[in-house]
């Protein structure tokens, strides 16, 4: 059936070179964008195991547009599911960096899932956050996968907890390495909840995580 369908497909009659195209795009030229959003829908197929990708995806984003965070973590979201945030193995992909190892543990490759989970700094984060029980779950073989799957397992509001504490490290982590300014987890912790309750969340608004308790800071610097 294939090789009948095939050998009805006609063939140039001028004798031309062959060439690479990239059939993701209309152009058949490649762009970034392109691959960011064909990285997305494998994403999805490796999640789900569904062949319904681009239902799933829009579910997702869907979901994220609507969550009740500031917006500018709507789009830090994106930007860390894009995967075209400036962490280290990105940069190094890009020519512009030799060294790909975390700037803060030096343990291992500086990648999404590195600065969000893999480091040491970011897991006592997660441990003191509201929703430490997202520990729980398999991290995933990229943030796309991992937020898609915060999506699946639990409701908005922690999904949209877990982007603003992602945010939080990064915002952190940015202040140690520019700054030499070293935030403790609780002082990043205490951040992440200041900043939901001036965006005018309340303690109910978010299915009873606690963000008023009490929380010890300490900043060293
Ligand atoms: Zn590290």
Redesign the pocket.
């Known amino acids: 059936m294939d090789v009948d369908a095939i050998q009805q497909i006609p063939l140039c009659c001028q004798d031309m070179p062959d060439i690479l195209v990239w059939h993701y795009t209309s152009s058949g030229l490649f762009s970034v964008r392109s691959a960011g959003h064909l990285q997305m829908n494998l994403s999805m197929r490796e999640t789900r195991g569904s062949g319904s990708e681009i239902q799933n995806v829009t579910w997702f984003w869907k979901r994220v547009w609507r969550l009740r965070i500031p917006s500018k973590i709507k789009v830090f979201a994106w930007r860390c599911c894009s995967n075209i945030l400036p962490v280290r193995s990105v940069i190094r992909r890009r020519h512009l960096m030799m060294e790909d190892m975390?700037?803060?543990?030096?343990?291992?490759a500086?990648t999404l899932m590195?600065?969000f989970w893999?480091?040491?700094?970011?897991m006592e984060v997660w441990q003191q956050s509201p929703i430490s029980f997202v520990l729980d779950k398999e991290a995933g073989i990229d943030f796309m996968s991992w937020a898609y799957g915060i999506g699946c397992w639990f409701n908005e509001d922690t999904l949209g907890l877990s982007f603003v504490v992602c945010w939080g490290l990064s915002s952190s982590r940015n202040q140690a390495l520019f700054n030499n300014l070293v935030h403790s987890a609780a002082a990043t912790v205490q951040m992440v909840c200041a900043l939901l309750k001036d965006y005018g969340r309340t303690q109910s608004n978010l299915g009873g995580v606690p963000l008023d308790r009490e929380i010890e800071v300490e900043t060293a610097g």
């Open positions: 975390c700037a803060c543990c030096g343990a291992e500086e590195h600065c893999g480091c040491l700094s970011a």
